[in-house]
Nanobody, 115 residues
Framework: QVQLVESGGGLVQAGGSLRLSCAASGRIVSIDTMGWYRQAPGKQRELVATITRGGSTNYADSVKGRFTISRDNAKNTVFLQMNSLKPEDTAVYYC?????????WGQGTQVTVSS
């Protein structure tokens, strides 16, 4: 099992910034991917960004140039720096961890962007 603990959500005005963190613990393996997904009310969960242990990244088109994903492998922690936030970024953000062991989700953290 892998446990994920997220932090950093909150309320921010449009144009502002937030930084999310997610710490993984438990059965961490040497080849894995961590990422962020989000789910707005009435919508399906969608990819925001992922990063492999080696540092390869992938972003949704809607966040490219505004969000940056990074990780600290020594602490098994992934970060999401969100700049130039828009009201449409409002959602519950979930941290994800996947490897050959399986896939796991955090409990989610609310991000609300006011106009």
């Amino acid at each position: 099992q892998v446990q994920l603990v997220e932090s950093g959500g909150g309320l921010v005005q449009a144009g502002g910034s937030l930084r999310l963190s997610c710490a993984a613990s438990g059965r961490i393996v040497s080849i894995d991917t961590m990422g962020w997904y989000r789910q707005a009310p009435g919508k399906q969960r969608e990819l925001v960004a992922t990063i492999t242990r080696g540092g390869s990244t992938n972003y949704a088109d809607s966040v490219k140039g505004r969000f940056t994903i990074s990780r600290d492998n020594a602490k098994n922690t992934v970060f999401l720096q969100m700049n130039s936030l828009k009201p449409e970024d409002t959602a519950v953000y979930y941290c994800g961890y996947y490897s050959v062991i399986g896939g796991y989700w955090g409990q989610g953290t609310q991000v609300t962007v006011s106009s």
